[in-house]
């Protein structure tokens, strides 16, 4: 059973320039989810996918952010002009059963 | 807005002792979901509750859904350093979409 997948684990990155993660989900899963955590802090959500469609944005997905999921297997979610209050963990998840989200290990962002 | 509340935010204690963690909210939860991340990774699920007054156990952990489904606990019994990590609890509510709200989550830390 392979489980959710994040890649890069960690990204540096410089202010101003543009990053993108991406998240496989759990194969069967067809819904996913983006989350942001900082430190000392639980997760907290950004957007929602059910396959291809984009269903919710939280407020905290500015207009910097854009997450997609074509085709409705992996998605991606691309950060422009990265700010250092962008700095966090970047937590994608995935379910089938709308409360029971599997997450991935993450991919860690600091931007100097 | 839905908010939870967990209580203890850090706890210390010696291999062996026993020990309760608390999730509060004055909000109704359609389900609430306990999770475990270690450092570096994603949460980990432990178990979902759905059923106020709900009580599962998972080895020697413990479980409860409040009768009224606004809070939850997590207890631990004879705590082994393995149990070590930040333990999160998270709700979800139907007509809100599919987005988990967390607490801010409890830092457990088993000496041995």
């Known amino acids: 059973d392979t489980g959710v997948s994040q890649n890069p684990r960690h990204k540096i990155t410089k202010r101003g320039q543009n990053v993108t993660f991406r998240c496989d989900p759990i194969s069967e899963h067809n819904r996913l989810y983006w989350y942001r955590q900082t430190l000392g802090q639980g997760p907290e959500f950004l957007t929602y996918f059910q396959n291809e469609a984009q269903l919710e944005k939280s407020r905290l997905l500015s207009d910097r952010f854009s997450a997609e999921r074509p085709k409705g297997s992996f998605s991606t979610l691309e950060i422009q002009r990265t700010e250092q209050g962008d700095s966090a963990m970047y937590l994608c998840?995935?379910?089938?059963?709308?409360?029971?989200?599997?997450f991935g290990p993450g991919t860690r962002l600091t931007v100097t | 807005t839905q908010l939870l509340e967990q209580s203890p935010q850090f706890l210390s204690i010696q291999e062996g002792e026993n020990l309760t963690v608390y999730c509060n909210s004055s909000?109704?939860?359609?389900?609430l979901q306990w999770y475990r991340q270690e450092p570096g990774e994603g949460p980990v699920l432990l178990v979902t509750v759905v059923t106020g007054g709900e009580v599962k156990k998972l080895k020697r952990l413990t479980f409860q859904f409040g009768d009224a489904r606004k809070d939850s606990s997590l207890h631990i019994t004879a705590a082994q350093p393995g149990d070590t990590g930040l333990y999160l609890c998270a709700g979800a509510v139907e007509t809100s979409g599919s987005r988990l709200t967390f607490g801010e989550g409890t830092q457990l830390t088993v000496n041995p």
């Open positions: 909000s109704v939860f359609s389900s």
């Open positions: 998840a995935s379910s089938l059963v709308f409360h029971e989200q599997y």
